[in-house]
T-cell receptor
Framework: KAGVTQTPRYLIKTRGQQVTLSCSPI?????VSWYQQTPGQGLQFLFE???????NKGNFPGRFSGRQFSNSRSEMNVSTLELGDSALYLC???????????????FGPGTRLTVT | AQSVAQPEDQVNVAEGNPLTVKCTYS??????LFWYVQYPNRGLQFLLK??????LVKGSYGFEAEFNKSQTSFHLKKPSALVSDSALYFC??????????????FGKGTKLSVKP
């Protein structure tokens, strides 16, 4: 089975611009989560999507948004980029489900975003 | 609020020696606990998880973890370290928010260095 893929792998943007990152989950996985990883703050949860609906959201400003398509692929968008948005953005997929069973998440390699 | 602590920024061990990477947690209710490993320029790889049952959980690559409810700990262990085990290790707890799979709360990470 192919793993989680993320595109692009590297991105350089200027302050004020916006960016869209893409994530393709493992086939059959319906839950997609996004995380931001920085040296200072570590790994922080952004949001989770399941069946095209945002199911949970972390403590990030509204400039960070996402969506999920019917094939479970997901995109996240960051508008009005700030220097502090420079980070590794990781996508993770899991079988998910409506219940509470804690499925493990499988992570993609990440997109390294640099804001100048 | 739920949290995870990894008290050691770095752990150094000699190849062939046993290794332990420490993790303590704070949750309300029953914890769902995970260990992940991250190699340079890679995403996170799932090692093992604890949901319920036996306190000793076996995972990938010869790793295991011991759940201790009274000490609220979930230490990662391996009987004989390999140089290739050198990486960044993250302990995580799944948010108790029902109906959501995605919100993992991560520790700051522990860098494991195994010397020949």
């Amino acid at each position: 089975k192919a793993g989680v893929t993320q595109t692009p792998r590297y991105l350089i943007k200027t302050r004020g611009q916006q960016v869209t990152l893409s994530c393709s989950p493992i086939s059959g996985h319906r839950s997609v989560s996004w995380y931001q990883q920085t040296p200072g703050q570590g790994l922080q949860f952004l949001f989770e999507y399941f069946s095209e609906t945002q199911r949970n959201k972390g403590n990030f400003p509204g400039r960070f948004s996402g969506r999920q398509f019917s094939n479970s692929r997901s995109e996240m968008n960051v508008s009005t980029l700030e220097l502090g948005d420079s980070a590794l953005y990781l996508c993770a997929s899991s079988l998910g489900g409506a219940g509470d069973a804690p499925y493990e998440q499988y992570f993609g390699p990440g997109t390294r975003l640099t804001v100048t | 609020a739920q949290s995870v602590a990894q008290p050691e920024d770095q752990v150094n061990v000699a190849e062939g020696n046993p290794l332990t990477v420490k993790c303590t947690y704070s949750v309300s209710g029953n914890p769902y606990l995970f260990w992940y490993v991250q190699y340079p320029n890679r995403g996170l790889q799932f090692l093992l998880k604890y949901i319920t049952g036996d306190n000793l959980v076996k995972g990938s690559y010869g790793f295991e973890a011991e759940f201790n409810k009274s000490q609220t700990s979930f230490h990662l262990k391996k009987p004989s370290a390999l140089v290739s085990d050198s990486a960044l290790y993250f302990c995580a707890v799944r948010d108790q928010y029902r109906g959501s799979q995605g919100n993992l709360i991560f520790g700051k990470g522990t860098k494991l260095s195994v010397k020949p």
